[in-house]
């Protein structure tokens, strides 16, 4: 409370330029159709206490989740904020981890998914199971939107309920002999799903990463792509462009080389382009723009970050046709009876949804949505810029990494929460590689994003 106290004193006497009023989030604020929610103050649920029980089945436990480390990032950050906010229950914390989106979602599209609903109490609009690799109309619209001209058709395309849930089906098409290569850092779910599979040896403590995985490690000093002249071939590689945790987006030249090094190696590229309307330069939003690609790449999608569809769940997935396994099969055959059985299809409201956000009123919609989170980038870039720290990423993507050199990620993320109570994600999260940085989400509330920068300005002026 004290903290709390002195804290507020503090912001109100700080000259930061973000005390001044700022037009910047208004015109959203005025548009949006929903009121945005009150969440100011983050308050996590307690985690339940286990029942302790003495009883045990026989069954043994899956060695490969044996094998996975302490939990999945996002759950022990969860975790740490619980913590912290026992310790200071009056805090107002502000969660700038988890990249979760905070804006509502344009009317636009929500009215086609209210209509598609209502509909489902008629008869004639009354619809259940649908097509498992999504509805034609959709697929013909995210192949005429974001794949114009590459030469990707409706067929190519396999609609879903959200890209991490595309990129575990993945594993399972691919199975548990396969080498895989990830950017170090990167998202969890790719290492956690190839240890799931089974594809990895276990963790190495001594250098934070599990065996049998290649880590391309990805730093200022290369860019943010990684020396494939010292990456050892893999079947698979994981590829994220805009990259989360790191902010960057790989050039057409360095994807020419990354396809290239894929061919040469008779690899598949796992493309992950859920950022990739972020981009606002000339680098490629889609694999499939480099030539040669669909031999050698399918890529997994979302209308998540796009149209704050992170709890409503649609993303998709294409497998060009042209994809083969070594023994001249269609990688999209396995991957389309894969989704038969692991999966019934979207939700038909969701993608009715996903329908809205593809007609140019939802295109304008999301494009504005992208432009205020993208705002929010440029606050925090300039804030941390401004205190002296080294800050990538951010004009490409939502994510802001900031540079801590030689101090230890979980540090530098529980001083940040001690002293400020924001919550930040720690580099090191995302793989050894992101030791020494912090990522910073710029999805948030204006007035969220401009009260978390007076707090870092206030901590490390
Ligand atoms: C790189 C990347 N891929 C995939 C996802 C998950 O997307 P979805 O919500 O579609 O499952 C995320 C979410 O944060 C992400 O950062």
């Given at each position: 409370m004290a903290l709390q106290n002195h804290l507020s004193t503090a912001i109100a006497s700080s000259s930061s330029a973000f005390l001044a009023p700022s037009n910047l989030g208004s015109s959203r604020a005025s548009n949006a159709s929903v009121p945005a929610k009150k969440t100011g103050a983050v308050r996590c649920v307690a985690v339940p206490h286990e029942e302790k029980t003495t009883y045990k089945t026989k069954v043994s436990r899956n060695a490969n989740m044996a094998k996975l480390q302490a939990g999945y990032l996002f759950p022990e950050i969860a975790r740490r904020k619980a913590t912290h906010l026992q310790k200071y229950p009056d805090a107002k914390v502000i969660s700038l981890g988890i990249g979760d989106t905070t804006e509502p979602i344009p009317d636009v599209i929500t009215s086609g998914m209210a209509k598609r609903s209502y509909a489902l109490s008629t008869l004639e609009g009354y619809s259940g199971y649908g097509a498992e690799q999504g509805e034609k109309?959709?697929?013909?619209?995210?192949?005429?939107?974001?794949?114009?001209?590459?030469?990707?058709?409706?067929?190519?395309?396999?609609?879903?309920?959200?890209?991490?849930?595309?990129?575990?089906?993945?594993?399972?098409?691919?199975?548990?002999?396969?080498?895989?290569?990830?950017?170090?850092?990167?998202?969890?779910?790719y290492v956690d799903s190839s240890v799931i599979m089974g594809q990895t040896g276990l963790f190495q403590e001594d250098i934070g990463k599990y065996a049998k995985i290649e880590y391309m490690k990805c730093t200022p000093e290369n860019g943010f792509f990684p020396d494939l002249s010292t990456v050892a071939r893999t079947d698979i590689i994981f590829f994220c462009s805009p990259n989360n945790p790191t902010g960057s987006a790989a050039t057409r030249e360095q994807l020419k080389r990354l396809v290239k090094f894929a061919k040469d190696n008779g690899s598949i590229i796992v493309y992950d382009s859920a950022y990739a309307l972020y981009v606002s330069d000339d680098n490629?939003?889609?694999?499939?723009?480099?030539?040669?690609?669909?031999?050698?790449?399918?890529?997994?999608?979302?209308?998540?970050?796009?149209?704050?569809?992170?709890?409503?769940?649609?993303?998709?997935?294409?497998?060009?046709?042209?994809?083969?396994?070594?023994?001249?099969?269609?990688?999209?055959?396995?991957?389309?009876?894969?989704?038969?059985?692991?999966?019934?299809?979207?939700?038909?409201?969701?993608?009715?949804?996903?329908?809205?956000?593809?007609?140019?009123?939802?295109?304008?919609?999301?494009?504005?949505?992208?432009?205020?989170?993208?705002?929010?980038?440029?606050?925090?870039?300039?804030?941390?810029?401004?205190?002296?720290?080294?800050?990538?990423?951010?004009?490409?993507?939502?994510y802001v990494w900031v540079h801590f050199p030689g101090r230890s990620s979980w540090d530098v993320f529980s001083e940040i929460l001690e002293k400020t109570h924001v919550v930040t994600t720690p580099g090191s999260g995302f793989g050894p590689g992101g030791e020494g940085f912090v990522r910073v989400s710029a999805f948030g509330h204006r007035d969220n994003i401009l009260e978390a920068c007076r707090r870092f300005k206030q901590l490390y002026k």
């Amino acid at each position: 409370m004290a903290l709390q106290n002195h804290l507020s004193t503090a912001i109100a006497s700080s000259s930061s330029a973000f005390l001044a009023p700022s037009n910047l989030g208004s015109s959203r604020a005025s548009n949006a159709s929903v009121p945005a929610k009150k969440t100011g103050a983050v308050r996590c649920v307690a985690v339940p206490h286990e029942e302790k029980t003495t009883y045990k089945t026989k069954v043994s436990r899956n060695a490969n989740m044996a094998k996975l480390q302490a939990g999945y990032l996002f759950p022990e950050i969860a975790r740490r904020k619980a913590t912290h906010l026992q310790k200071y229950p009056d805090a107002k914390v502000i969660s700038l981890g988890i990249g979760d989106t905070t804006e509502p979602i344009p009317d636009v599209i929500t009215s086609g998914m209210a209509k598609r609903s209502y509909a489902l109490s008629t008869l004639e609009g009354y619809s259940g199971y649908g097509a498992e690799q999504g509805e034609k109309p959709l697929r013909a619209a995210i192949a005429s939107t974001f794949y114009r001209d590459l030469g990707i058709g409706e067929e190519d395309i396999f609609v879903s309920d959200g890209a991490k849930c595309d990129i575990s089906r993945l594993q399972v098409a691919f199975g548990s002999h396969v080498t895989m290569a990830v950017q170090d850092p990167s998202y969890p779910a790719y290492v956690d799903s190839s240890v799931i599979m089974g594809q990895t040896g276990l963790f190495q403590e001594d250098i934070g990463k599990y065996a049998k995985i290649e880590y391309m490690k990805c730093t200022p000093e290369n860019g943010f792509f990684p020396d494939l002249s010292t990456v050892a071939r893999t079947d698979i590689i994981f590829f994220c462009s805009p990259n989360n945790p790191t902010g960057s987006a790989a050039t057409r030249e360095q994807l020419k080389r990354l396809v290239k090094f894929a061919k040469d190696n008779g690899s598949i590229i796992v493309y992950d382009s859920a950022y990739a309307l972020y981009v606002s330069d000339d680098n490629p939003r889609s694999i499939f723009e480099i030539p040669g690609a669909k031999e050698v790449a399918l890529e997994t999608s979302s209308f998540s970050k796009y149209a704050g569809f992170t709890g409503v769940r649609l993303g998709w997935t294409v497998v060009p046709k042209e994809l083969l396994f070594s023994d001249g099969f269609p990688v999209a055959k396995d991957f389309s009876r894969i989704v038969c059985t692991c999966f019934n299809g979207a939700s038909n409201i969701a993608q009715a949804g996903g329908l809205a956000c593809l007609s140019p009123e939802g295109l304008s919609a999301m494009r504005e949505v992208i432009g205020f989170y993208k705002e929010n980038t440029e606050i925090i870039m300039d804030t941390f810029s401004s205190l002296g720290f080294k800050v990538y990423g951010g004009k490409n993507a939502p994510y802001v990494w900031v540079h801590f050199p030689g101090r230890s990620s979980w540090d530098v993320f529980s001083e940040i929460l001690e002293k400020t109570h924001v919550v930040t994600t720690p580099g090191s999260g995302f793989g050894p590689g992101g030791e020494g940085f912090v990522r910073v989400s710029a999805f948030g509330h204006r007035d969220n994003i401009l009260e978390a920068c007076r707090r870092f300005k206030q901590l490390y002026k």
